[in-house]
């Protein structure tokens, strides 16, 4: 059966889906944005299970994502990606967005994620091109869900209104 992708104009730690997807920075520590809320909402243990990440890796990098429990969200995980800071475009920015939402999506599968939530990875103090990175996220993750079966639905969960008509105009 095809993935369904969705989306919703709302809060990203309100929503019910077996993962979230959390936009952090490589300290993995918490930080502002979706990081900050997410780690408020899901109380300690998300900080714990990451600061044993950092212990044991040193963080994570651009482009990568590691998981950890979704502590007191509805979701049963969190899946955490570091998006790339928008250098004008001279970073390799795009590939590592794309990689965050492929290798988010790969840890989804190894975990038995059925049903996993995206904010708008990059686009707030990364100050990513938001029409830019809806097309990416878009792109990859239907690329993904086309060669890879298990993950049933995507929900893209836009926080304000200009992401959320860009998505609309994308889907």
């Known amino acids: 059966m095809p993935t369904r992708i969705s989306l919703i104009k709302g809060d990203i730690t309100r929503i019910q889906a077996d993962a979230i997807v959390n936009a952090a920075n490589s300290s993995l520590l918490g930080g502002g944005?979706?990081?900050?809320?997410?780690?408020?909402?899901?109380?300690?243990?998300?900080?714990?299970e990451c600061r044993q990440i950092r212990n044991?890796?040193?963080?994570?990098?651009?482009?990568?994502?590691?998981?950890?429990?979704?502590?007191?969200l509805p979701a049963r995980f969190?899946?955490?990606?570091?998006?790339?800071?928008?250098?004008?475009?001279?970073?390799?920015?795009?590939?590592?967005?794309?990689?965050?939402?492929?290798?988010?999506l790969q840890l989804a599968l190894d975990n038995g994620v059925n049903t996993i939530a995206f904010p708008n990875i990059s686009t707030g103090i990364y100050h990513f091109p938001k029409d830019k990175a809806a097309a990416i996220a878009l792109e990859t993750v239907?690329?993904?869900?086309?060669?890879?079966?298990?993950?049933s639905e995507v929900i893209f969960v836009c926080f304000d209104d200009e992401n959320f008509q860009l998505y609309q105009k994308e889907l």
């Open 142 to 151: 239907r690329g993904f869900t086309n060669t890879n079966a298990g993950i």
């Open 78 to 104: 969190v899946i955490h990606t570091v998006g790339p800071v928008w250098n004008k475009g001279n970073n390799t920015e795009e590939a590592l967005l794309a990689s965050c939402y492929r290798n988010s």
């Open 56 to 72: 044991r890796q040193g963080g994570c990098a651009t482009g990568e994502a590691v998981i950890t429990t979704a502590g007191k």
């Open 33 to 48: 944005g979706v990081d900050g809320a997410i780690h408020r909402a899901g109380g300690p243990a998300i900080l714990e």
